[in-house]
């Protein structure tokens, strides 16, 4: 980014923990300013009155009110399965390129294909930024590894949307702040919000997904130590697991560390078909064995080390400690929570990286 | 398709066992007329000649000579990983869009990207069908299940380019020789340019592999008893698992056939990294096992229930007879060469489909 974006972000009618996972995580670790959040239905409130973070950034009615406070740009906020934009969303889209505010877009729709935010565009000059657009040119996978002495780590999950990108943000910082040089590579669209690059690996064309990830490690590997890979989706999720599974093998990893909602009973958006999420000790074992396959028979295995435990939606700080204890108890590996255990949580998984590769 | 077709295919200088995949598919089991193949290095020559399918294709020089003999169309007969459409193929596309001829293309690249060819496209009228153009609109896998009664079979391969797609079209045929209804789902360029329809699965923004796989599962299980899909790619290829991954788990398959190249050692492509194919056996327990990741545990297995050999690339019958019989005796299953075996191999696969569902 050339200059230094003046973020509002548009949760309208969606502003919720369950939904609006772009909101919070650009609102917890963007580099930039977050001005506003847009959503009439709580104008008036506090951002982190509504989702727990975002403090000191009001929630306003409509893009005039955000660009009153120096918005210059507005980012959709909110994601469902299926990435179609919210038509609820199209009037607030519509309003900020018509006054000729940038729109970022992390959906799989593409703004531009809607005639009246087109016609808005064109209007007032308006500027669309596809967060989930891949580059023209991608590899095949399987075909390169990154510079020797770096270490590549993905975070897995026991489903989709559990912690993944928070996970990987979190360790790459305390890894920093252990000496060492740490690398985030973003592979969805709320990540490359927050880092600025990156592939959103479930829009690119199938074929290509392990190439675009081993492109974007080999790429951070020959500036880091470490290189943290923000996963995706689930190998149990029916729905994302062909993604899943192509980063996994694109991004080879040499360890990885498990993430898990502590309050996440049912697969998300599987609760018609009641589809349960599976227990952390039978996820360490369906990765370590599917990162496997895409090796010769005997290769070292790349061993899960270490569970993010994801306690947000647990109903008090004496349940997460239980929950926490369960996953080591479970797993026999260490266990935190970055965000309720604060540097010292995340100190802990970047411990038993380090621990791995010693 | 509207009308009959009489198709050309442009394997130029490609036009060998291990190159012309999509030749060899297209000549053995299209629907409609082949006419010739174009390579001017064989000219002349038989296509069975050169590839040992194809009785009384002759190939030929250019399009001007293909056109002679009838051709309205040429597909593009040869696919290289990546998907780019080799130089040395444009002017034999240009002069074919320039003469009025259809071009059928189902590699990655389209053909009216490049400039020189959308010229030639527009002076002559030549139209383009882009095999593996995705529909628009996709749903997210893992919501809609096939007609009660139907079962779903989907071929999965030790590697890429095994034989799935001969084995699937074989064994639908087969079931249909036994009385069944069968329906074959193809989910590659080849498969579609066979069947008149399909989705490229690894030509889907990779969010949609699973749900585009369901959607064509579904329609096909309203029509059909049996419907047989085209597996693509493997699980242990470290290019293209993610969309097996996606197509395994959007197919949800009752039972599966395991395919083998009896010569192939080494993962295709993987040369150079010297990655083996693995055995029948570990690859049985790798489908199966990844087939359950998408259900609750404790729900029915979906078994490979028979391995589809190719042997065509073994010296003789002595050495793809023993092949044969040690895939039986190291699986435990039937097995059989729906090629060299004729009908009764692909009768012997359909009646171990039979019998699992029995």
Avoid at 31 to 48: E, L, Q, T
Avoid at 205 to 216: L, N
Avoid at 329 to 352: H, M, N, Y
Wanted: with cysteine; aromatic share 4%.
């Amino acid at each position: 980014m050339t200059r230094e974006p003046k973020v509002a972000v548009l949760a309208a009618g969606l502003f919720t923990r369950a939904t609006a996972k772009t909101a919070i995580g650009v609102m917890r670790y963007a580099p930039y300013p977050v001005v506003a959040v847009i959503d009439p239905d709580h104008a008036g409130s506090a951002a982190s009155e509504r989702v727990g973070v975002g403090k000191g950034i009001p929630v306003v009615a409509d893009v005039a009110d955000a660009a009153r406070l120096g918005a210059d740009t507005v980012l959709i906020g909110t994601a469902a399965a299926g990435g179609r934009i919210p038509d609820s969303y199209r009037p607030f889209l519509a309003d900020a390129l018509r006054s000729g505010l940038e729109v970022w877009n992390g959906l799989h729709e593409r703004v531009l294909e809607d005639p009246a935010l087109r016609e808005a565009a064109a209007a007032g000059n308006g500027r669309v930024r596809e967060l989930r657009e891949p580059p023209r040119e991608l590899p095949i996978g399987g075909h390169r590894t990154p510079r020797p002495g770096a270490t590549v780590v993905l975070t897995v999950g026991t489903d989709a949307a559990v912690g993944k990108m928070t996970a990987s943000l979190e360790i790459a910082a305390a890894l920093r702040r252990l000496g060492r040089t740490a690398a985030f590579v973003a592979t969805g669209q709320t990540g490359i919000a927050i880092a600025g690059k990156g592939i959103s690996v479930d829009a690119v064309v199938a074929d290509f997904v392990a190439g675009a990830t081993e492109e974007m490690v080999c790429e951070a590997a020959e500036g880091a130590d470490w290189v943290i890979v923000e996963g995706q989706g689930a190998l149990t999720h029916p729905g994302f697991s062909g993604v899943t599974m192509g980063l996994l093998h694109g991004a080879a990893p040499h360890l990885m560390v498990l993430c898990d909602d502590a309050a996440r009973r049912v697969m998300k958006g599987y609760d018609r078909e009641g589809l349960p999420v599976r227990d952390l000790r039978e996820c360490v074992g369906i990765y370590e064995l599917a990162a496997s396959w895409r090796r010769p028979p005997g290769h070292p295995v790349a061993p899960v080390v270490a569970i993010a435990m994801n306690t947000g939606l647990l109903p008090d700080d004496a349940a997460a400690r239980a929950a926490i204890a369960g996953a080591e108890q479970a797993t026999g590996l260490p266990a935190a929570d970055p965000i309720r255990d604060g540097t010292a949580g995340a100190e802990r998984l970047a411990r038993a990286l380090i621990g791995a590769r010693a």
